[in-house]
């Protein structure tokens, strides 16, 4: 599936890093201009520092045109994940398909240690999602409990490991 991309950064796009990837590797682009909104962050010579807890929206220069019933899902890296410590703060985060606007990720700060985020660096990944839209249909109470009497399972939130049998 093609979606059109602006890219006002100076990183080449992204792209898968195999054939069978899931997820496309997306870079942190940071310039003079760069604000940085968070916590406990800032900005420095062109690096955003993130302290041990905290988190800052790092921008991409990305911005996406997004088929509709499709979103574009913000998941962290595994590797700066277990090496770093860095995850993204709302994931998965969601890129609507009306959204245009520059693509950022919330990037948090889980170690014990400060994380320095370079223009270029690797910061998280995308991948593509196809979101089937929902209609809600009402139904009795009675017809909630008769569905709940035909399944094997006891309990309700945290429950899914907890069978009658």
Sequence with gaps: ??????????????????????GMDIQAFITNNTKVKGQDSFIQDGEITIHAGGWALIPTGLSMVIP??????????????????????NSPGTI?????????????????????????????????????QIEFVSITQEDLIAKRDNVNRIGGFGSSNKNVN
């Design 68 to 89: 509709d019933n499709y979103e574009i899902q913000i998941r962290p890296k595994s590797g700066n994940s277990l090496k770093k410590g860095l995850i993204v703060l």
């Design 1 to 22: 599936m093609k979606v059109k991309v602006y890219n006002e950064s100076n990183n080449p796009l992204p792209k898968y890093a195999t054939n069978r990837s899931a």
């Design 96 to 132: 609507d398909a009306d959204y245009t606007f520059e693509i950022g990720v919330i990037a948090w700060n889980v170690s014990k240690e400060d994380i320095i985020i370079k223009s270029g660096d690797y910061i998280a990944q995308i991948v593509l999602n196809r979101i089937p």
